[in-house]
């Protein structure tokens, strides 16, 4: 792996098949660490993002993650120890024991998190959000700093794509983000063919991939991963309002979208109606409330699609050249075919038109014009 290349782990955390997304920094502080570190990698990425020095070393009867605070004391994370038969997969027990000591202060032993089934945080189970939001709570209180703002490098949107359209679920809670299947997709069989369609997937975009074995398909076939979404397919309306040096060829693009009947918003109002009228008769009783709002959302998105065509024909009055497009083009201007006398008399501008109007595309030494044209009449609309 490269070390600015984005890494997605897919893996089962208790009931949950979660997608993460690591940062190039963080490979980098793992990339050397052994195989049973990865298996922690997120604990132990946390608590390095807060500048602790971490370590994974073996216990009673698995392993646990040793983190050194800078006032000399350390933290322990812990799975359960005893008895050393019939452990959970290492790095997903189904519970969590957190405690801070001082190897040269044997009156300091704090119980900071315990979802052991008789601990204060019993309920929480193996919960990976839940431990280490007790375990930021603790350090902030002890005056560590905060982790530095998350940010998202262009690879890792890329990834939140991918995983959107492969099904996963997003989640945001305290200071984690990542993805996961849908709640309540329980069959196995089911999970690993949305899995390997993710993995799949995320191979062909060229992301570093690391995955369970278990959770994979191998005899379904690797997906198109080539083939244009249709976002994708409608990047080239972007890519022509951007070269655009006319207003004509702004609104062009502007016309597929907020074309009447057939446009892309007009589409888009089409779907989302009919989305809340599949939801509604799902039958459960929480339906029509979400089958109102998405219509009521439907609703604003047809009303702005309505200004959004208003404010299209304002642009294509204006049929003029963009001042700051038109010297880069203007070179690339093919010449016009000559014109028959009868056109070309009907296209004539009249003499008191042309010391108003320039007749032609300024050339391309000129930056701007001497004289500015007339200023346009402050009719409404302009």
Not at 91 to 108: A, K
Not at 189 to 210: C, I, K, W
Request: with cysteine; glycine share 6%.
């Amino acid at each position: 792996m490269r070390p600015d290349q984005t890494l997605v782990t897919l893996q089962r955390e208790g009931t949950h098949v979660t997608a993460r997304t690591s940062e190039p920094f963080i490979q980098k502080a793992a990339a050397g660490a052994s195989e049973r570190d990865h298996q922690y990698s997120h604990l132990t990425a946390s608590l390095r993002q807060r500048g602790l020095a971490c370590t994974v070393e073996y216990g009673l009867s698995d392993y646990i993650v040793h983190a050194e605070l800078p006032d000399g004391s350390a933290l322990i994370i812990s799975p359960p120890q005893e008895p050393a038969t019939d452990h959970p997969p290492p790095g997903y027990p189904e519970s969590w024991l957190v405690t801070r000591g001082h190897p040269d202060d044997s009156t300091l032993h704090e119980v900071i998190y315990d979802s052991e089934p008789d601990g204060p945080h019993a309920r929480y189970g193996g919960s990976v959000p839940r431990l280490l939001a007790a375990i930021d709570t603790r350090l902030d209180q002890l005056g560590l700093p905060p982790p530095p703002e998350p940010r998202r490098p262009a690879q890792e949107s890329a990834a939140d794509t991918i995983l959107h359209r492969a099904g996963f679920v997003p989640v945001v809670l305290f200071r984690e983000r990542f993805h996961r299947l849908p709640s309540a997709m329980t069959d196995l069989a089911e999970q690993r063919r949305m899995v390997t369609r993710a993995f799949g997937m995320l191979q062909a975009e060229g992301f570093d991939v690391s995955c369970d074995p278990d959770l994979l398909d191998p005899s379904l076939p690797p997906p198109d991963g080539h083939g244009l979404s249709l976002g994708d397919r409608l990047g080239h309306l972007t890519q022509s309002i951007q070269s655009a040096a006319h207003t004509s060829e702004a609104v062009a693009a502007l016309s597929e979208l907020a074309a009447p009947g057939d446009g892309v918003l007009q589409r888009v109002v089409e779907s989302l109606n009919t989305t809340a009228d599949w939801w509604e008769g799902l039958g459960e009783p929480v339906d029509p409330h979400y089958a109102n709002r998405l219509r009521y959302i439907t609703k604003k998105v047809d009303s702005y699609a309505l200004e959004i065509r208003s404010m299209r024909g304002d642009l294509a009055d204006r049929h003029t050249y963009h001042p700051d497009k038109v010297l880069v083009r203007v070179d690339r201007v093919a010449p016009e075919e000559p014109a028959g006398p009868r056109v070309a008399a009907a296209l004539a501008v009249s003499p008191t038109a042309r010391r108003t109007t320039p007749a032609a595309v300024p050339s391309a030494p000129a930056v701007r014009p001497a004289q500015p044209p007339a200023r346009p009449s402050s009719a409404p609309g302009r």
